[in-house]
């Protein structure tokens, strides 16, 4: 039996979807050939199960690969997954709490981190430029949703259209930073963490169009179409669009520059 490519099991999960890797096929093989040493079945034999079980066959890759990631971000406790976020996004979501449970205990005020271009150009408060992005509003219901579309989204952008191109990465983010910066005296919002959240969800949609999603089990639709369905559910809801509008112009922007 020949030993498997490793291209070969990759090529079963759809390319920059982060959530089916395929396990590297040296590491069963260096298994198998080590319980062969032991005395157990021959190599040839041993080979052949791990070429099976890197390779697999009819998908029992990703059924395998999913019932395994499941037990273990269910075996991980908090530090653990934590440690295992990315740098971008770990170091992103950090600020985001940190910034948005000071504002809640009064350790600092939320009028000292907003956006207000006068006091930027006038009397150089130039942390306005960052911390306006880590602030999104009160701890809340609403808060916890932002903060799952941030670890869900940033991270699997993180992990797979940039894998181990981390500083792509933070350059995409402050390139969408800045084009948003640009645009918020226009439309007058000081607050732009939610814009740069949906302009990751853009782009991650963008560069995933393969993937199907189900919206609340009412129907499915393809991962291009996810900003515009949340930007239609939350303006039913009596949200202003004007926020996540101008993430997904952001995101149309850098996609536009960097991919066609």
């Known amino acids: 039996a020949r030993r498997p490519r490793p291209s070969r099991a990759r090529s079963l999960a759809p390319a920059g979807v982060s959530y089916l890797p395929s396990d590297p096929p040296a590491r069963h093989t260096t298994r198998a050939r080590a319980r062969a040493a032991e005395g157990g079945l021959p190599k040839a034999r041993c080979r052949a199960r791990a ?32 440690m295992a976020v990315p740098p971008v996004t770990r170091a992103y979501l950090s600020l985001c ?16 981190v907003y956006f207000n271009s ?27 949703f932002h903060m799952f579309f941030l670890a869900r989204y940033c991270r699997m952008l993180e992990e797979g259209s940039f894998r181990n191109r981390t500083a792509d990465f933070f350059w995409m983010l402050v390139v969408g ?18 814009s740069l959240t949906f302009m990751m969800v853009y782009v991650w949609g963008r560069r995933n169009a393969h993937v199907q999603m189900s ?38 922007v850098y996609y536009y520059l960097e991919d066609v």
Do not use: K
Request: glycine residues 10%.
């Open 118 to 144: 006068s006091l930027i150009l006038y009397r150089l408060q130039l942390w306005r430029l960052v911390t306006n992005f880590f602030f999104f509003g009160s701890l809340g219901l609403d808060f916890v």
């Open 51 to 82: 070429s099976a079980r890197a390779c697999g066959r009819h998908g029992g890759v990703r059924s395998a690969v999913v019932a395994r990631s499941w037990r273990t971000t269910m075996a991980m406790n908090p530090q653990e997954w934590f």
């Open 97 to 112: 709490f940190l910034t948005t449970a000071g504002c809640a205990l009064d350790v600092i005020s939320p009028f000292s």
């Open 177 to 194: 930073a800045v084009l948003l910066l640009c645009a918020a005296p226009l439309v007058n919002i000081q607050f732009l963490g939610s």
């Open 215 to 252: 919206f609340l089990g009412l129907f499915t639709f393809s991962a291009p179409y996810l900003p515009w369905v949340l930007l239609l559910f939350s303006s039913m809801l009596g949200a202003s669009p004007l926020v996540d509008a101008l993430g997904m112009g952001a995101g149309h």
